[in-house]
């Protein structure tokens, strides 16, 4: 399975993640099969021409979103295609603890 997760800096594991979704600054995608773990950083916010960050997950491969809170108008756009979760906080490797332990609000 694929999970996203919002974060606000590129440190691998130890990454905080982002308080807010839709203004993130970078996005990891961890594929917890193989705990390979890609980080991108994201251009803009609402360039023109460009992607929303809801847009980006969404046209990605991820399964789950996990972030520590998201606006309406992105659940509505990811709803259906990617299962969200809300109430994330820490690092990187601390949300992904937290999830396997199931300690997380689904949206």
Avoid: W
């Avoid at 460009?50 to 399964?63: G, H, K, Y």
Wanted: contains cysteine.
């Amino acid at each position: 399975m694929k999970i996203c997760i919002p974060l606000l800096e590129d440190n691998g594991m130890d990454s905080r993640i982002s308080d807010h979704f839709g203004k993130s600054p970078f996005l990891s995608f961890y594929d917890d099969k193989t705990s390979k773990l890609e980080i991108i950083k994201i251009a803009g916010k609402h360039a023109g021409g460009q992607q929303t960050i809801a847009e980006i997950v969404l046209n990605s491969d991820a399964d789950i979103l996990i972030c520590s809170n998201i606006g309406p108008k992105a659940i509505d756009l990811l709803k259906g295609n990617i299962y969200i979760l809300t109430g994330a906080a820490g690092n990187l490797r601390q949300v992904l603890q937290t999830f396997k332990m199931k300690n997380l609000r689904s949206q």
